[in-house]
Each structure stands twice: as structure tokens, then as C-alpha cells.
């Protein structure tokens, strides 16, 4: 089972930006593919945006694109999803998720409906006037 423990979440005014962090601090972080999922009330929770083990691909839902950029610092254990232009749709609490590398692709650990797995506290994300 691996511990993350997802950051940066808050409320914000509509056009704003905020940074999520995703901190693993008991994993090897380049043996896995990360995830971020996101659930808005009463909705199922989806995948919004995953990056491969060395960063080289990334997945980003329709919903998102050109609006949010994942990154990650295997160095430092840590993953972000640079979130900017927010719209009230992307209020949700926001998940991260690892997966191990020989498991999953991309593209399918972030379209896979519902995601599967456990999952950790997650970070609430507000977009409102």
C-alpha cells in the first residue's frame, strides 16, 4: 500500500490558479506511474491528469487541457499538478494516486472509469466568486 499525501488545495475566484503537491515520502518514487483524480459532489471520480515514471508522458482529460500541467521531482518524492484559468467545474477534492510502472499505462491508470484503488485524504478544491 503507498502512502501519499496530497497539499495545496483552497478556495479561489474563477480564472485563479493554485498548486497541488503530492508528497511520498516512503516509496521509490520512479518505480511508479502517479495519478491525479479528482470527485465533485455527487459525482463519480475521475482521472484528471497522470504522468509516466521519468515524466517523459503525461494524460490530461479533455476537461483540462491547456489549463493544467503535471510535473514530478523524483528526487524529491513529490508530484504537482499546476492548476491555472480554474473554472467552478474543477471543484472537487483531488486525489493522488501511484501505481506501479509494470501495472498500467498512462492513459489507462487515468481513464479507467471509476479509477480503481484506495485512496488517501485528498484536498479540497473550491472555485467560487
Known amino acids: 500500500q503507498v502512502q501519499l499525501v496530497e497539499s495545496g488545495g483552497g478556495l479561489v475566484q474563477p480564472g485563479g490558479s493554485l498548486r497541488l503537491s503530492c508528497a511520498a515520502p516512503?516509496?521509490?518514487?520512479?518505480?511508479?506511474?502517479i495519478g491525479w483524480f479528482r470527485q465533485a459532489p455527487g459525482k463519480e471520480r475521475e482521472g484528471v491528469s497522470c504522468i509516466s515514471r521519468w515524466g517523459s508522458i503525461t494524460y490530461y482529460a479533455d476537461s483540462v487541457k491547456g489549463r493544467f500541467t503535471i510535473s514530478r521531482d523524483n528526487a524529491k518524492k513529490a508530484v504537482h499538478l499546476q492548476m491555472n484559468s480554474l473554472k467552478p467545474e474543477d471543484t472537487g477534492v483531488y486525489y493522488c494516486?501511484?501505481?506501479?510502472?509494470?501495472?498500467?499505462?498512462?492513459?489507462?491508470?487515468?481513464?479507467?472509469?471509476?479509477?480503481?484503488?484506495?485512496w488517501g485524504q485528498g484536498t479540497q478544491v473550491s472555485v467560487s466568486s
Open positions: 494516486q501511484a501505481r506501479d510502472f509494470g501495472d498500467t499505462t498512462v492513459e489507462e491508470m487515468c481513464s479507467q472509469s471509476p479509477p480503481r484503488g484506495s
Open positions: 516512503g516509496i521509490t518514487l520512479e518505480n511508479y506511474v
